[in-house]
């Protein structure tokens, strides 16, 4: 039996459909990824699995049991927002309780598992300080610990990294995957990030253009389409798919370089090479051929 399970779920606002018949099935322990454009209603569907508003049609079961006519603290889900929603004027060991104490649970187990979480989330002795008291990571763990410590059925992650720094953001998301396989929660995680699976096989040109930078080019009857970094620079025609033009502009970007082409048929095209020191060196202005193997072409629909 799925752990969670959307049926034909719906949300309307008057005319406005926010959220148009999902479908969709989670597995107990797995982490299931919400992605799309801003507006197409991901953080609406959170919304509504976490019951903060009622869905206008559809149902949501939750363990097989239907829960769209139950509130919030009765669904057994944690939640951690976009902004943290931590209170201020609690200290974090009070944020984490506030669930707890919500339910009614004695003083002693609240003291004894807000202690469990904070360690779980690597902020053992930090649980009087108020939230403006600590750094963007650590408000980001004492949300993460908040919904953790009711040991819920589903945890729903909102975009909980769009406010960290880039550096911070790949650390806190190599933590929360590894803690999630630890625990074995079910997971929906709302994200603008990048599953390899859609970035390496995008099925249409949408999601191409979506899940990171593409290069598409027309050619007899078909589209082909090249990832920046799968494509070539060379001085001479190589590879299995060639295009002659012109250098425009070089961007240097550390670890690698970016080159802006237009190309003899006045199509433009992008290539990121590795700043190794073995790719060669082109300037603004310079012939230079854009070049692809077989195995980095993709081909799909024009849509």
Not at 81 to 100: I, R
Not at 106 to 134: C, H, K, N, Y
Not at 199 to 222: C, D, H, K, L, Q
Not at 262 to 267: A, I, R, S
């Amino acid at each position: 039996m799925s752990e969670l399970r959307l049926a034909g779920l719906e949300k309307c606002y008057g005319a406005t459909v926010a959220v148009a018949g999902i479908d969709l099935e989670v597995r107990e322990g797995e982490f299931m990824t919400l992605l799309g454009p801003s507006g197409c209603g991901k953080t609406t569907t959170l919304g509504l699995i976490a019951g903060f508003f009622p869905p206008s049609a559809g149902e949501i079961y939750l363990k097989g049991q239907p829960v769209a006519g139950l509130p919030p603290f009765k669904r057994d889900i944690g939640v951690v927002f976009q902004d943290y929603a931590l209170f201020p004027h609690m200290s974090a060991g009070e944020n984490v309780a506030f669930g707890l104490r919500m339910r009614n649970i004695q003083t002693g187990e609240i003291d004894q598992r807000v202690r469990e979480a904070l360690d779980l989330v690597q902020l053992s002795g930090l649980a009087e300080r108020r939230p403006l008291e600590l750094s963007g990571g650590q408000r980001q763990r004492v949300a993460l610990a908040r919904a953790l410590v009711i040991r819920p059925a589903v945890l729903l992650l909102d975009e909980p990294l769009s406010n960290l720094d880039l550096k911070l953001r790949e650390e806190m998301r190599v933590e929360i995957a590894g803690l999630q396989r630890r625990l074995g929660i079910t997971t929906v995680f709302v994200t603008h990030d990048q599953p390899a699976e859609i970035y390496e096989r995008p099925a249409t040109r949408f999601v191409a253009e979506f899940i990171g930078r593409m290069n598409f080019f027309s050619e007899a009857n078909r589209l082909i389409a090249i990832r920046p970094e799968r494509a070539r620079l060379s001085a001479e025609k190589t590879g299995d798919f060639a295009r002659r033009g012109k250098v425009g502009q070089v961007l240097y970007l550390g670890a690698t370089l970016e080159y802006h082409l237009t190309l003899d048929g006045g199509e433009r095209a992008l290539v990121e090479a590795p700043n190794d020191g073995n790719a060669p060196r082109f300037a603004a202005g310079d012939a230079a051929w854009f070049t692809a193997s077989r195995e980095s072409c993709y081909e799909m629909p024009a849509r």
